[in-house]
């Protein structure tokens, strides 16, 4: 996945944050470098990680954005989330219709 993306390409993973001491680890960065961290730390975490594009939108500049639903059965600690074993479901944002 991070093979198709251009090397400038950003990422952004809004529900991500870890604190530590002395800084905090957002989601947002570039893809080859914070995303495949993150993804890969996810894969690890998650063995059964499943990915459901929810809305997939493009510009006339090639910029795409992708929301998904992310679920899966946590085998081993994500960041500062201790293993439980629990199945997870994080649905993507519900759209809210602006006003005219």
Not at 2 to 18: K, M, N, S
Not at 73 to 87: E, K, L, M, N, V
Request: charge should be negative; aromatic fraction near 8%; glycine fraction near 10%.
């Amino acid at each position: 996945m991070v093979d198709l993306c251009t090397d400038g390409a950003d990422f952004r993973y809004v529900p991500f944050e870890v604190r530590g001491r002395q800084r905090v680890l957002h989601g947002e960065g570039k893809v080859r470098t914070i995303g495949k961290v993150i993804w890969t730390a996810l894969i690890d975490a998650f063995p059964d990680l499943n990915n459901d594009v929810t809305s997939l939108r493009a510009d006339e500049h090639g910029n795409v954005v992708a929301e998904v639903s992310i679920s899966g059965t946590q085998a081993r600690p994500f960041g500062i989330i201790a293993c439980t074993g629990g199945h997870y479901v994080l649905a993507a944002p519900v759209p809210v219709p602006r006003d005219r």
